[in-house]
Nanobody, 126 residues
């Protein structure tokens, strides 16, 4: 049974930090690029970050560049998203998914597959 499970969300004050985890079961993350996306109420899903399977290269949406860091631990079959200097506009449900890539045409992170976990809620509020 192939599954991706996100965790680590919560309520944090502006300027705070959170680390999200994306744990895979039923398949090996090594062979896939893995990305994080988010969806706020009333908005479309936005690609946030992507890490490649081959050389670990990363890409980020402009809105999070310099604040978020994606990493992977293949031994633990897990991908992380370290989020620092959080802002209220970062509030959303965060999802991880396989098959991400950066589209040079649209200047955004997109996905080959339409597969999503259950997500984890991040709320940034004072």
């Amino acid at each position: 049974h192939v599954q991706l499970v996100e965790s680590g969300g919560g309520l944090v004050q502006p300027g705070g930090s959170l680390r999200l985890s994306c744990a895979a079961s039923g398949f090996t993350l090594d062979y896939y690029s893995i990305g994080w996306s988010r969806q706020a109420p009333g908005k479309e899903r936005e690609g946030v970050s992507c890490i490649s399977s081959s050389d670990g290269s990363t890409s980020y949406a402009d809105s999070v560049k310099g604040r978020f860091t994606i990493s992977r631990d293949n031994a633990k079959n897990t991908v992380y998203l370290q989020m620092n200097s959080l802002k209220p506009e970062d509030t959303a449900v965060y999802y991880c998914a396989p098959g991400c890539y950066y589209s040079e045409t649209y200047h955004e992170i997109e996905y080959e597959y339409d597969y999503w976990g259950q997500g984890t809620q991040v709320t940034v509020s004072s």
